[in-house]
Structure formats: C-alpha cells, structure tokens
C-alpha cells in the first residue's frame, strides 16, 4: 500500500527538520555564508545612498542564490552519503512526494536565511528592507531558486563533478526568476509606484508555476534507478 | 526530422557501412553550398546600403538569422529530450545532442556577429544590454549541458541527465527572445514589430533589404542547422558503432 | 540634410570572417572526430577478427 501524497510529502519535510534541528549544520552554514557574503558587498561596494538603493536588491539576490546552491548541494550529499535517498526510493511512496518533500526542505531552509538577512542587511545597507511586498518577492523568488535546484541537486549529486557542477547547471535556468526578483525589489526599494515593478512579480509567479510543473514531470526521470 | 536518418548499431562487424553516404545528404550539403553563397550574394551586392551605418549593417543578414538558426537547434534538443524519456530509443538523444552543438555554434556566430558590428555602431565590443546578456547566457546553458554529459559514465544515465536538462535549457532561448519586450531599457533594435524606445543603431528596412533578409533567414534558420545536424548524427552513429565494438572486444 | 556614409567595410568582413570560421571550425572538428573514429573502428574490427581466427 502506499502512503497517502500528502502525508508522504509532510513526512519527508519533517525528517529533513529534525535531523537539521539535530545538526543544524544546514543552517549554520548558509547563514554563515550569507553573513559573509553581505559584509564583503559592503566593503567592496563602497557606496553612496543612491547608488545603495539601486544595488541592496542585487546583492541580497545574489547571496540567497548562492547560499540556497550551497544548501541543496549540502542536503543531497548527506541523502547520499547516509543512501537515505535509495531507502526513500524504495519505501512505497510516490516519487512526486519525494519531489515535494525535498522541495519543501529546501525551500524553508532558504527562506529562513532570506528572511534572517533582511533586518540584517536594513541595518548595515541603511535601508528599511522590512517590507509586505519585498517579503513576498522573496518567498517566490525563493520559491524558484528551490525547485530548479531541487532537480538539478538530485542529478549533479549522482555525477562525478558533484559539488561544483550545481552552480553551472542552475544559475543559467534559474536566470529568469534572479531577474524578475532582482527588478521587482528594485522597484520596491526605490519605493517606486506599484504600476512600475507589479508587473516583475506577476512575470516571477508565472515563472515559478511554470517551472514547478515542468520540474515536477521531470523529477521521475532523475531517480531511476 | 533528420532523426529518421540515424542507422541502428549493426551486429556483424562491418567497417565499410560507414562511408556509405546517403544520397539525399549529399543533395541537401550542396544546396546549402549553394543557398550560402547566394545568400552572401543577396546580402553583400543586392541589397542597397544603409546610409547611417554604411556596410557593416550588411552582418546583420546574418546576424538575426543565425540566432532562428540556433533557435532550432535548441528546439530540435527538446524534442529529442522528450522522446528520449519517453521511447528510450538513443536516436532521439543523438539527435538532442547534435542539436546543442549545432545550435551552440549558431549562437556563437550571433554573438560574434553582433559584437563585431556593435563596435563601430554603440562603439564597444560589449555592453552589458539585457539580450546581448541572455544570449550569453544562453551559450553557456548549452556549454553546460555538455559538460553535464562529459561527467556521467553511465550511458543510459547520461542521456536521462542531458535530455532533462536539454528539456530546461530551453527556458533561456525563450528568454532571450523575449527580453526585449519585457525589459524596456534595452539598446537593442528589434527589426520586427517596433523596437524599443531608446534602442540605437536602429534602421528601416527597404524593399531591397527585406528581399535579403528574407533569402538569408531560411538559409541560416533552417538548411545550415539541418545540414550540420544530420552530420553531426552521422558521426555520433558512427561513435555507437565504434563504442559497442570496443565492448564486444572487451567481451571476448 | 545628407549625411556622410561611414566606412565599416572593414567590420563587415570581419564578421565575415568571424561567421563562416566558426562555421568551418564545427565542420573540421566533426572531420577530425570522425576521421579518428574511423581509424578506432579498423583497428577494433582488426582485433576482432584476429581473435575469432
């Protein structure tokens, strides 16, 4: 029998908490890399305020790409490493659900350093990032990072190259939702009329959808075994 | 499809299949001989000049064409993609992966052949417009995707790998073609339907010039791409052939 | 008001050249490719044979 979508999906989701709740080595190196990351853009951009509200939105997309490429690289080697990936394989789940408990993993672990870096880059950028709308730029932006790379993660872990290969497959397919998140906070930051930069948000949700229904066909094909 | 045209692997040790040339492929490489050079004809004598940027506009015969060109190519990869997952039949990944090379040199030549006639009309090699950055992005999607397939050693999941990615890949040839239209502060002329408000090195078509573009555009957007993917098939067969020999040696 | 017709001929044989050379670079890397391919598939072939005599 198999276990129902959903509770499979939740299953997995919650394996991939408490085991980071145990090691929290996810975690803390995201948000190490983030922090780093954040403080190196502030000494190499020395900035004025103009020029600082048109490149805040650049930098915080930039470092969460990098830090979510960092985690999933990190959460597909220790599915590897531990095999728990041939044990979920095996168990009599849907592969989708596999999909979507990976994805949802992932997912929150990014977001959860996105948002971190918000009240953190407010402080040191001198700008006010708290904000409904760039909240929610980053929640689907985020969202978009965590589905390509959730496939890509589970290929190029079954690679030689490995580690170094996620990078150079994701940012080019993952480059349509950097750009529509990158202008929409733009916009946002610039505080400039809604008119101007909904439009980036909307093209961000249909991306996301798009590419959550093409990820989600082609998961399967993946994990054969 | 030149897909039709990929022998299957023979059993019986045969060297000599392989320099048996089909009769419509020697047929289609002279046409594209020929249609190239009547092409460069109608690009380099019979359409008139333009007047603000003088001959180097001429390149752009080639330029926009050769990115239709690739842009088949890439389309050819997702279809091979496809049916490779569905059959898994290899023809269809040979034909994915001629797709990406073919495709990837097209790119290539629409890269340079924009850069170079950028240079005396914005005065830069390159600048950082958002479809010259697509496009560049694009090249490197498919350089990846080769460099994907060089680190699988597994055959079978070598071509699962690429023909998903090759599905993804295309996400950045439509991007590119689009980006126009959704980013606004492009310098980049659109030569059908309105180019941006600010685009520079923009010019109007003449009749003469219509006529050329119009030659060229089935050249470089279609016989160049199939001519060379159907070698490039050949080859690949020819690979197959090779590698399950070397297998059957190492059987022995 | 006439304008002056800059001279690019330079850069439009430049991009010539730039188009058919990446052109003919593909198809001398498929020869080359296919020419060694060849040569493997004699040689393997040689060996095959050898050993089934």
Known sequence: MKTPFFKAVIAIVRKDMQAELRSRELLSSMGMFALLSILIFSFALQLDIVARQEVVGGVLWVTVVFASILGLNRSMATEREGSSFDALLLAPVDRAAV???????????????GVLLLPLMSLLYNIVLLNGYLLATLTLGTLGFSITGTLLATMTVQTRARESLLPILMLPIALPVLLASVNASSGILRAAPLGDWFAWLQILGAVDVIYLALCYLLFGYVIEE | MAAQNIQSVPTAVEP?????????LVALTIATALALAVGLYMALVYAGMESTQGNV?????????SFFGAFLAFSATVVGG??????????????????????LMLSLVNLATGSIW??????????WDPRLTSAAIMGLTYMAYLMLRAGIENPEQRRRFASVYGILAIS???????????????????PIGGSPQDAQGDFNLTPSMVTALLTNLPIWGLLVPITLMWWRIRLENLRERVDSLKIRLMEK | MPETTPDTTAYLLLGLTAAFGLVMLLIASMVLRYRSLLKDEQTVSQLLQDENS
């Open chain 2, 82 to 103: 496809g049916m490779y997952l569905r059959t898994r039949q290899t023809k269809w990944d040979v034909l994915a992966l001629a797709g990406v090379e073919v495709g």
């Open chain 2, 118 to 127: 950028a240079r005396p009309i914005w005065n830069t090699w390159w600048t």
């Open chain 2, 57 to 65: 506009q001429r390149i752009f015969y080639i330029h926009m064409p």
């Open chain 1, 99 to 113: 999909f979507f408990g990976k994805l949802g993993g992932n997912f929150i672990f990014t977001l959860t350093v």
């Open chain 2, 172 to 190: 950045t040839v439509i991007m590119t073609l689009i980006i126009i239209r959704i980013r606004p502060d492009t310098i980049h002329p659109a």
């Open chain 2, 16 to 24: 000599s299949r392989a320099s048996r040339l089909p009769r419509a």
